[in-house]
């Protein structure tokens, strides 16, 4: 979902564009320093924390980790070099926003941390609950809806009347459901790297795709809480006045990206490495011009949603 997830951030208005995309990159540079193999995973652990209390001038393991080449994409490699302009930024911004915006990392990096705790790198481990699984939606996604409707309700007055704890645990939910499908696309490579995040009792039997009989129930189960969730986000999506038509595009695109992809998840073999599960770039393209066409168009809006959703349940 990271291509719409860079797509929702072009199309943002402009006045939260500055914040939620400087959020975006903050968490991407934490989601680097997790992931890099470069570092032994006790260090990065050390690493994310400092980066979740510190900017990167103030601590110089942080700072000589960013300045360092590191086993990443040259996109990433910028992205670290450059950590001091980010948080630099970041204190420009009024002292409301910056609350925001660094609860939001800290909670994030929560997420990140419970990864590299969780899951060790010389075994294949997988969650151990339901609820360690809604956990961790929440942390790596679920609390950027909280922060992104705090955040355009500070900003845009058409959604002064909003309720606000209302309108947060829909956007919780709306973060929970995408992540949800990331979880449920990735299973195969997640496998790979020792990570297994449904709750089940042998991870390793789903390393052969043939085994996929044995858990489709609890595999079923989960894209159902996916799409429940997407529910959710629909409802919030239809909550942002027609006129605010950047912010009702920029939460259509991923929904409608979410629900073509759990209709493919529904019937194909997941734990199949062969066959990722992709929405191809002309399909999102196609959104796109559906979405500008009728975005201001509730009913018809809600129709589109509604074929999506049959196909996905």
């Known amino acids: 979902m990271s291509r719409s997830f860079y797509l929702t951030l072009r199309v943002l208005p402009a006045a939260i564009r500055p914040q939620i995309s400087l959020a975006y990159l903050l968490a991407r540079a934490s989601d680097t320093i997790a992931d890099t193999k ?9 690493l994310l924390r400092d980066f979740a209390g510190a900017a990167p001038h103030a601590c110089p393991d942080l700072a000589r980790f960013a300045g360092q ?16 302009d980010s948080l630099a930024m970041l204190a420009s ?3 409301e926003d910056q609350r925001l915006i660094r609860s939001l990392h800290h909670t994030i990096i929560a997420g990140q941390i419970f990864d590299l705790e969780k899951f060790p790198e ?17 942390l790596v996604a679920g609390c950027v809806g909280e922060f992104w409707t705090k955040m355009c309700m500070a900003h845009l ?10 309108m947060c645990e829909l956007g919780v939910r709306f973060g929970k459901g995408l992540q949800l499908v990331n979880v449920l696309r990735d299973i195969p490579r997640d496998l790979r790297i020792g990570r297994c995040y449904l709750p089940v009792n042998d991870a390793e039997r789903l390393l052969d795709p043939n085994n996929f009989t044995e858990i489709k129930p609890v595999y079923d189960r989960w894209l159902d809480v996916a799409l429940g969730h997407l529910d959710a986000g629909w409802e919030y999506t239809l909550a942002i006045p027609p006129s605010l038509t950047r912010l ?17 998840l529904r019937v194909t073999n997941p734990l199949d490495p062969a066959r990722r599960i992709k929405v191809s770039r002309g399909e999102v393209y196609w959104l796109m011009v559906e979405s500008f066409l009728i975005c201001r168009n509730d009913d018809a809006l809600d129709e589109k949603f509604q074929r999506l959703r049959a196909r996905a349940a």
């Open 38 to 46: 470069a570092v032994a995973r006790e260090e990065r652990i050390r």
């Open 69 to 84: 080449p590191q086993e990443v994409s040259p996109t990433e490699e910028r992205l670290l070099a450059r950590l001091p």
């Open 93 to 95: 911004f009024s002292p």
């Open 122 to 138: 010389d075994r294949l481990t997988a969650l151990a609950s339901d609820e360690e699984l809604d956990r961790y939606t929440y």
């Open 157 to 166: 007055r058409e959604l002064s009347d909003w309720d606000v704890n209302r």
């Open 248 to 264: 009702r595009l920029a939460c259509i695109w991923p929904i409608w990206i979410g629900l073509k992809t759990i209709a493919r």
